[in-house]
């Protein structure tokens, strides 16, 4: 299980919710329920931190919980 910051909320428009990482760009998957959307964006966190792997890219360590004014 990952560290990061996941931040889950219900979009209208289409009619799912939406698991979103901040701190790793593009990262964020959907989901009919809050336990999909947060199942989902766990395969994709994996997803994106093994593609990083594969192409040396710097991965960002967590920071935890971000602060938003």
């Keep these: 299980m990952s560290k990061y910051e996941i931040i889950i909320y219900w979009s209208k428009d289409d009619k799912s919710y939406i698991a979103e990482v901040p701190e790793l760009a593009g990262c964020m998957a959907d989901g ?12 994709i966190i994996n997803e994106w931190l093994e593609t990083a792997k594969q192409l040396n890219r710097t991965i960002p360590k967590p920071k935890g919980k971000l602060m938003y004014a």
């Design 32 to 43: 009919k329920s809050y336990q999909q959307a947060l199942s989902n964006v766990e395969v």
